[in-house]
């Protein structure tokens, strides 16, 4: 005698969140925008879109656009030119949680709209970095550290980590020697760069790991200043 099947009945929204944690371990895309081939970044996430984005430096870079859920976006910014291992610097991920359409002209309109942001943290994250005791590990391998480029004392870079200054670079050694008061935040030192209208001057934050003072990456004036 054949066995009746067996039915199973969820509470309103449990099945959905069943599905969702089985897609997780089995790899299974789920809600792929219509006519996108997903390609796969790791076990988990898959890269449904990329796209050429500029950046308020001037810069350009890449971003590459990983969809979760309809309301769970994560969009990931390149930024500057490939290492000697091909690697380009990852800025913080910036992350959506609200819902966003499936098309590319929506997903590159926020692309576009988050640059930012993304360029913002970045600004941040290096002001963070200067004041660690150890150096960053970037995307491309850990940061050394070049003794011969130390200018400042253990216990002058335990005061000044993380300030900025304009400073003046140094021949032939190319060291940076502050030439003004420090200043606590980059529009701070931003705004006495304009004031003083000497292009030769650099922008730069003292790092304490490096013991010296290091020229910002991550600033909308570059194209103003010397490389």
């Known amino acids: 005698m054949a066995k009746s099947p067996i039915y199973t009945t969820f509470p309103p929204g449990e099945l959905e ?47 590459y656009y990983i969809r979760h859920s309809p309301k769970c976006h994560t969009f990931r910014y390149e930024w500057g030119e490939p290492s000697e291992n091909g690697y380009r610097e990852s800025l913080p991920h910036v992350s959506f949680l609200e819902a966003l359409g499936r098309d590319a002209g929506s997903v590159e309109g926020k692309i576009h709209e988050l640059a930012p942001s993304a360029f913002s943290s970045a600004i941040s994250k290096e002001q963070q970095d200067a004041r660690r005791v150890q150096p960053p590990y970037m995307s491309y391998g850990l940061r050394k550290v070049d003794s011969k480029l130390s200018t400042l004392s253990r216990e002058r870079a335990i005061a000044l980590a993380g300030k900025y200054a304009l400073c003046a670079r140094l021949q032939p050694s190319g060291k940076l020697l502050a030439v003004s008061t420090t200043f606590e935040t980059l529009d701070e030192a931003n705004a006495a760069f304009r004031e003083r209208g000497n292009t030769e001057l650099v922008i730069a934050l003292a790092c304490r790991w490096a013991r010296c003072w290091m020229a910002v990456r991550f600033n909308p004036l570059h194209g103003e200043q010397p490389p």
């Open 17 to 63: 969140k069943t599905l969702k944690a089985l897609a997780l371990k089995t790899c299974v895309v789920t809600d792929a925008p219509n006519g996108w081939k997903a390609s796969r970044l790791h076990r988990l996430h898959s890269k449904w879109h990329e796209c050429e984005v500029l950046y308020p430096d001037g810069s350009s870079g890449t971003c």
